[in-house]
């Protein structure tokens, strides 16, 4: 008896373990957001997050959406094979913004994980006289 209850004990963890074993593409963001700090208003401050595909299989970014107008993405549209890093360039314009801003990057892809979020951040101070 106590053999049997062994093997499902085993068999459970070894069920557990490949769950856990994710397959596919994955998206690892070297860093998940950028403090810029204080900022003046109508200043243009860019930051590219790197990325690596950790996973077994291609990873496609099939599309990167902004909170507003004032956020511009430019992702990599080729393929990122398993084990290589890629790029994606966001530049915030702080014109007509005032004050704390987090502009949030959803990245969207094939990954394990569909949708990964970046963020840039920063302190507009008014434009001096």
Known sequence: M??????MVMALFAIAVQAQEKKGAQII????SIDFGDITQG??????????????????????AVTCG??????????????EK??????????GK????NSVVRVYSNAAEPIEKVSLISNVLPKGN
Do not use: R, Y
């Open 43 to 64: 200043d243009k401050v860019e930051h590219k997050f790197i990325f690596e595909n950790t996973g077994d299989a291609p990873l496609v970014i099939s599309n990167v």
């Open 70 to 83: 004032c956020t511009a993405p430019n992702w990599p549209k080729t393929p990122i094979a398993p084990g």
């Open 86 to 95: 890629g790029e994606m360039k966001v530049v915030f314009n702080s014109a």
């Open 29 to 32: 963001f070297k860093e998940k």
């Open 98 to 101: 005032m004050g704390k801003q």
């Open 2 to 7: 106590k053999k049997l209850v062994l093997i």
